[in-house]
């Protein structure tokens, strides 16, 4: 069974500027997390999908982040503009159902210069 | 606010012995307390995972101890080996399927 696929590994960018996360989730799981993880900190949630609703973006700082989970599948994490603190790791997690084991992808690394 | 306090920060163990790693938490609505492990560059993986209607899970060499009263759980590592260095976080939901509360992670390095 794949796991969940995530792209870029890797993102520099320039404060201010935009960027845009992609996650693959297993095939089948209907519900999707963003989680950011800043260095040295526990992953913290950012979003969370059910098919292609929101579940909870009480944490999504709406005024620069956004997501979207097109037809209950693919999911894409949208900063604009980009801030220093903004330099984490953006992690994708998928579970099969509300109440399952979450999997999580590789995350992408983003340094804010 | 951090739900869930995790200690210590670091932890060196000589190979073959026992690595305890604690947490504690407030939030009574929790259910689910689980443990990832997490090498660099990869994402977390469940380790092992325990409900308050237990006070303890083993799997293998890992160990959940779970004390509801004193709303504390712990990780024991049991003959540690080399490969274990990694840094494990331990979390809480009101459920397995809601968003994860972690814990800041212990760094965990084992010696030959």
């Known amino acids: 069974e794949a796991g969940v696929a995530q792209s870029p590994r890797y993102k520099i960018i320039e404060k201010r500027q935009s960027v845009a996360f992609w996650c693959n989730p297993i095939s089948g799981h209907a519900t999707l997390y963003w989680y950011q993880q800043i260095l040295g900190q526990g992953p913290k949630l950012l979003i969370q999908f059910q098919n292609n609703g929101v579940v909870d973006d009480s944490q999504l700082p709406k005024d620069r982040f956004s997501a979207e989970r097109l037809k209950g599948v693919d999911s894409t994490l949208k900063i604009q503009p980009a801030k220093l603190e903004d330099s984490a790791v953006y992690l994708c997690?998928?579970?099969?159902?509300?109440?399952?084991?979450?999997?999580f992808g590789p995350g992408t690394r983003l340094t804010v210069l | 606010q951090q739900q869930v306090k995790q200690s210590p920060q670091s932890l060196i163990v000589q190979k073959g012995g026992i690595s305890i790693i604690n947490c504690a938490y407030e939030n009574t609505a929790f259910d689910y307390f689980p443990w990832y492990q997490q090498f660099p560059g990869k994402g977390p993986a469940l380790l092992i995972a325990?409900?308050?209607?237990?006070s303890e899970k083993k799997e293998g060499r890992f160990t959940i101890s779970f004390n509801k009263s004193a709303k504390q759980f712990s990780l024991h590592i049991m003959d540690s080996q080399p490969g274990d260095s990694a840094t494990y976080f331990c979390a809480a939901s009101p459920n397995s399927g809601y968003a994860l509360n972690f814990g800041k992670g212990t760094s965990l390095l084992v010696t030959p």
């Open positions: 325990i409900r308050p209607d237990v």
């Open positions: 997690a998928s579970s099969p159902r509300v109440g399952a084991e979450q999997f």
